[in-house]
């Protein structure tokens, strides 16, 4: 991939050559067949071929993240002896006793 943009900026370097040094071209217009030609396509192309592998990094940087979390919280847990209901004692209920009516 990396011979394909080096050749293709090869060609539009010699085309902005041709084109200063053409009696009727100017340094102006070579600058700009230069990144009409050469650097907008070829910075385009290299950003959409590299979206897969930005793709990747990314999952596994997140997954590196949720490894980590999961660690942590893994290593949290075993810092504490007992689980938080183990006092012996029912838990309260959400719910508020209905009354009878008399």
């Known amino acids: 991939m990396h011979l394909v943009v080096i050749a293709w900026l090869y060609v539009a370097l010699m085309m902005a050559v041709a084109e200063a040094t053409n009696t009727t071209g100017t340094v102006l217009g070579a600058i700009v067949t230069f ?11 290299v950003y959409l071929m590299a979206t897969p592998a930005r793709r ?6 997140e997954a590196a993240e949720r490894e980590a ?21 029912a838990a309260a209920g959400p719910v508020a006793p209905v009354r009878e009516k008399t």
């Open 56 to 61: 990747r990094a990314l999952k596994a940087r």
């Open 35 to 45: 990144v009409l030609y050469g650097l907008l396509p070829v910075a385009l192309v």
């Open 69 to 89: 979390a999961v660690r942590a919280h893994a290593e949290a847990a075993r810092g504490h002896s007992e689980a938080p209901d183990a006092g012996g004692e």
